[in-house]
């Protein structure tokens, strides 16, 4: 089992897609990015307001091509990112899902611990 991995759906203009955050996401997120795996913490720290849409959507990408979908099919990373800060309680939401795959804990177990 995957321990760096979190699958859950992030809403953007009314309309769901699947965000699959894995070693694979976080992969294609430091190449595009030109981050090293070690310094992607450190990062989202510094920059949250950059770093939380681009994790999302890189999770987002990570879903569309794991089920060999057309990514094309997706919104812009600037349009993902327009509704994700537009809403302060989704950047919350959204952080502690991004800090629940990083970290590698079970989702099941943080919703039970609320």
Not at 28 to 42: G, H, T, V, Y
């Amino acid at each position: 089992m995957n321990q760096l991995s979190g699958k859950f759906d992030v809403l953007i203009a009314r309309k769901k897609y699947k965000c699959h955050l894995s070693m694979n996401a976080f992969r294609i997120l430091c190449e595009k990015e030109n981050l090293k795996f070690n310094d992607m913490q450190s990062w989202m720290n510094k920059e949250p307001l950059d770093a939380v849409p681009k994790v999302i959507y890189y999770g987002m990408l990570n879903h569309v091509y794991f089920q060999n979908e057309d990514a094309s099919k997706l919104p812009s990373l600037d349009y993902v990112s327009s509704h994700i800060l537009d809403d302060m309680t989704s950047l919350e939401d959204y952080s502690k899902k991004i800090a629940i795959a990083f970290g590698g804990e079970d989702q099941k177990e943080d919703e039970g611990k609320k």
